[in-house]
């Protein structure tokens, strides 16, 4: 059920002012002010849903946010003839107030940031007959907070920590990413502490502590922080959490069939139910636009591909029926597709150059033959399959090689693939052979999953040339990436110029 996306917009109309001059009492009676909202329960709640409704804008998990994580990684490109945002997934960045590249996601994480801090500072005084409904709702603000720092600590790493409702004359300080991964990690430790187990069924799309946990697994890992991230994971696997376990069919975590099913640890509520835009309004979509601009060549835009690597990748190894991994068939459209599966994309046969291939996961070729702006297939930000192959990861990063195999064997048996001592004992309990491996394992289970470019930074294979060079081999755009450089985001120059505490990376 997708309860919870039907009322995230009853919030986000409200206007919160402040005097800018104690000589002009003009008011405006179709807007609230702060000393008139931040009373009731219902104000709250819909102060915290106000909140998710930030995942439906342009910067963040409608659009945009998807060329930073999947196409700059070299899982994807962009061929788009708008040159300028084909450039900023090549590492071509020339304008750094680019909208479509930086600033939009840039504004819409501090704008969800700004609303879950108007939450934290204005629920505490609001009186509630169940203080455990207090504690879930400022929980919840602090789950989210902690996710949009993750998302812009991945991305641009030394950045403003904003932990209260800001004014516009507001200067805020810049923070090494170190002190964003300390304030992430709180507001996840304090928000497990308050989250339920479950929510009811009216409540889905709600983090859960099992959300907060595996939150906390992904910041740890990011640092290195291995025995931090082996208890969170633990949480999930064979803790109090441990409720999740992987759903039969693999194209269960991409339809809107099955959603919110076993498998899913914290997903974003997506629904095509209103034909809006991307504004405040109240007709506002709450829709992914993701398969839109994603889509092959005469169904959507096509400004986003695959690299064709990933095709090779999958047919390297034979299942146990001598078959090829169908992970591949769910994950990628590619000239092959109709021969090696009996796949008609669409309902239709297109044709397509011998080398490319485009993103299938979330598209809906499954009952239409084209796609819009408003795609309902929930997002799977994180799945049990994600969890098990990270902690087979920490596992191997503690001196446990032997014990990880197990938690990749239960991803690979779910696809009728060979257990991974049998396809490959060449690995043996080496780390390093088990860390190579295990990274083609994420690929063929998780490719266009927005997860790639952080698994890169937390591998070191952006932080030297040799290792570039290598990925340069599967990607050319990398033949452009500057070590030292480009594995961060340039901040947004309009920022900078504004706020005398905001430096710009000093590479860029």
């Keep these: 059920m997708k309860k919870i996306i039907l009322i995230t917009v009853v919030f986000v109309s409200l206007m919160f002012t402040a005097s800018c001059d104690d000589q002009l009492e003009l008011s405006n009676p179709n807007a609230l002010t702060t000393d008139q909202y931040w009373k009731t329960e219902s104000d709250a709640q819909a102060g ?44 071509n960045y020339i304008n750094y107030n680019f909208w479509e590249g930086n600033v939009v996601t840039w504004r819409d994480t501090y704008k969800a940031i700004f609303r879950c801090n108007q939450v934290l500072a204005n629920v505490p005084n609001i009186s509630f007959q169940n203080e455990e409904n207090k504690k879930q709702i400022l ?36 923070k090494n990413v170190t002190e964003v991964w300390a304030q992430i990690e709180k507001d996840l430790n304090e928000a497990y502490a308050d989250l339920p187990s479950t929510w009811a069924s009216d409540q889905t799309g709600r983090p859960d502590k099992g959300a907060a946990k595996a939150f906390l697994a992904k910041v740890y890992m990011q640092q290195h922080k291995w025995a931090d991230a082996k208890t969170a994971l633990e949480y999930l696997i064979s ?67 695959a690299r064709f690597w990933l095709v090779n990748a999958f047919k390297q190894e034979k299942d146990k029926n ?12 590619y000239p092959g597709l109709l021969a090696d599966f009996g796949d008609k994309v669409y309902g239709k046969d297109w044709q397509w150059g011998a080398d490319e291939a485009w993103f299938r996961k979330g598209a809906r070729d499954y009952y239409r033959s084209n796609e819009d702006y408003y795609n309902q297939v929930n997002y799977r930000l994180i799945r049990y399959a994600d969890i098990l192959l990270r902690y087979a990861e920490v596992l191997n990063e503690t001196g446990n090689t032997a014990g990880a195999y197990q938690y990749v064997d239960q991803v690979r048996a779910r696809v009728n693939m060979n257990t991974l001592a049998a396809a490959h004992p060449e690995i ?81």
Excluded at 48 to 64: C, P, Q
Excluded at 157 to 173: A, H, M, R, Y
């Design 322 to 333: 001598n078959g090829i991994d169908i992970r591949l068939k769910h994950t990628l459209f």
């Design 48 to 91: 915290v849903n106000s909140i998710y409704a930030m995942f439906y804008k342009d910067g963040l998990w409608a659009r945009w946010i998807y060329f930073r994580l999947d196409l700059t990684s070299d899982e994807g490109f962009s061929n788009s003839p708008w040159t300028e945002l084909a450039d900023w997934t090549r590492f």
């Design 239 to 305: 803790g109090p959490g441990a409720k999740y376990s992987l759903v039969s069919n693999y194209k269960d975590n991409f339809t809107d069939v099955n959603e919110n099913n076993s498998e899913s640890v914290f997903e974003i509520q997506f629904g095509d139910q209103r034909k809006g835009g991307t504004d405040e309004s109240q007709s506002a979509a709450v829709s992914s636009n993701r398969a839109q601009f994603f889509a092959p060549r005469s169904i959507g835009w096509s400004d986003g591909q």
């Design 428 to 508: 043996g309990n080496d780390h390093d052979k088990f860390l190579e491996r295990l990274k083609t394992e994420r690929v063929l289970e998780l490719a266009g999953e927005s997860v790639r470019w952080e698994d890169l930074k937390r591998w070191g294979d952006l932080d030297s040339q040799s290792s570039v060079d290598k990925i340069s081999l599967r990607d050319p755009d990398f033949k452009n990436f500057k070590v030292g450089k480009n594995q961060r985001l340039p901040i947004p120059q309009v920022e900078v110029a504004n706020n005398p505490n905001l430096k710009q990376h000093p590479e860029y």
């Design 139 to 174: 929980a919840q603000a602090k789950f989210l907070r902690a996710l949009h720092y993750y998302y812009a600590a991945v991305l641009w790493e030394n950045i403003p920590v904003v932990l209260t409702p800001s004014l516009p004359n507001d200067l805020p300080e810049q």
